[in-house]
Nanobody, 121 residues
Framework: QVQLVESGGGLVQAGGSQRLACAASGRISNFNIMGWYRQAPGKQRELVAALTRSGRLKYADSVKGRFTCSRDNAKNTLYLQMNSLKPEDTAVYYC???????????????WGQGTQVTVYS
């Protein structure tokens, strides 16, 4: 079974930046889609950003222009660069790897344990 381990979460001031990493135990190129989801207290889990094997990207409207999802196949790692952070970005961020046909609210595949990102003003 594939293991995904997120890192890079923490406490950051509003307007600042943070970079998350998701290290996979296997080859990330084996998956059709890898992405980041987040869940804030009292809110539904949402898709933040995702990247297909072919390089197609999808972002939540709330993070467009601020977040960038990328990968390093040689390191089997998915990244999420978060800039201009807002308090509403506060959530647990989860890495997902799946072989769905398209980006989904509720994807299949594998999940990491999550990493907490807290943005304060």
């Amino acid at each position: 079974q594939v293991q995904l381990v997120e890192s890079g979460g923490g406490l950051v001031q509003a307007g600042g930046s943070q970079r998350l990493a998701c290290a996979a135990s296997g080859r990330i190129s084996n998956f059709n889609i890898m992405g980041w989801y987040r869940q804030a207290p009292g809110k539904q889990r949402e898709l933040v950003a995702a990247l297909t094997r072919s390089g197609r990207l999808k972002y939540a409207d709330s993070v467009k222009g601020r977040f960038t999802c990328s990968r390093d196949n040689a390191k089997n790692t998915l990244y999420l660069q978060m800039n201009s952070l807002k308090p509403e970005d506060t959530a647990v961020y989860y890495c997902n790897a799946n072989n769905d046909y398209d980006f989904k609210f509720n994807p299949g595949g594998y999940w990491g344990q999550g990493t907490q990102v807290t943005v304060y003003s």
